[in-house]
């Protein structure tokens, strides 16, 4: 199914049979095991996602009709192939609607979102939001962001940590753990983000509150270890 650069896509039918080819007892099996909650799986590896998506190439229309399929693996394909500069805002909130598992949610806002214009404008939305995958994929953006993004300032960064901090008592786990994932990816920016995370890791730390307290420790046992220590350190040798 390799597309040459100057021909249309192949069409979803096309695409949802090159995936069930690729599609595995032990593939379906594993989403129980990651506790992925998925719905019309296929159990198709995220590698042979990958695979198919190179074969696809980028199409915002194909994309668009992956995702309608509601498949599991067509959404997580969705994701590596739309264009992001013609993804909306009201796109952003149709999809983070329709997150019903961490995959979905992370792999969108992994592959996708965090390399739209308006990402950052997605995660103050998003902060604040009921529903479970919604504010999940706040946080799973900013994580993203963290580790994609090479022009946004430490300012841009600090603003959203009171985000976090007041996300941190979500009693969902897969919230908790979004909000821990980041501020873990804050504190390894920049020694100057690295101070201020760690600072509301340790409040949290010392929180009465169980969930906040969790988030905080998670996150000090990471921003102290000798991983971090290490990446700092040659981050701050590049820029002398």
């Not at 009709?65 to 997580?76: F, S």
């Not at 940590?161 to 979004?178: F, H, N, T, Y």
């Not at 690295?194 to 509301?200: D, E, G, I």
Request: charged share 25%; hydrophobic share 45%.
């Amino acid at each position: 199914m390799a597309r040459q650069p100057s021909s249309p896509p192949p069409p979803v039918s096309e695409i949802l049979r090159a995936l069930q080819a690729l599609a595995t007892p032990r593939d379906l099996a594993n989403l129980q095991r990651f506790g992925i909650a998925a719905s019309q799986p296929l159990g198709v590896s995220m590698v042979n996602v990958q695979k198919v998506a190179r074969q696809v190439g980028r199409d915002h229309r194909t994309a668009a009709a992956l995702w309608a399929t509601g498949i599991y693996e067509a959404r997580l394909l969705a994701a590596h192939v739309d264009e992001p500069a013609r993804v909306t805002p009201t796109q952003m909130d149709r999809w983070a609607r329709d997150f019903d598992n961490w995959a979905v949610c992370d792999t969108l806002c992994f592959a996708l979102f965090d390399r739209t214009p308006h990402a950052w404008g997605r995660v103050d939305a998003w902060a604040s939001a009921r529903p479970e995958f919604v504010r999940r994929a706040a946080f799973a953006l900013m994580a993203s962001l963290a580790v994609h993004d090479k022009v946004s300032p430490d300012d841009t960064y600090m603003a959203r940590l009171p985000l976090i901090e007041q996300a941190a008592d979500d009693s969902r786990d897969l919230v908790r753990k979004g909000v821990s994932w980041a501020l873990r990816t804050t504190g390894r920016r920049s020694g100057v983000l690295h101070r201020a995370a760690l600072a509301v890791a340790r409040r949290l730390a010392a929180s009465t509150d169980a969930g906040r307290r969790w988030v905080g420790r998670d996150a000090v046992r990471e921003l102290t270890g000798p991983i971090v220590a290490r990446q700092l350190q040659r981050r701050a040798a590049k820029k002398r």
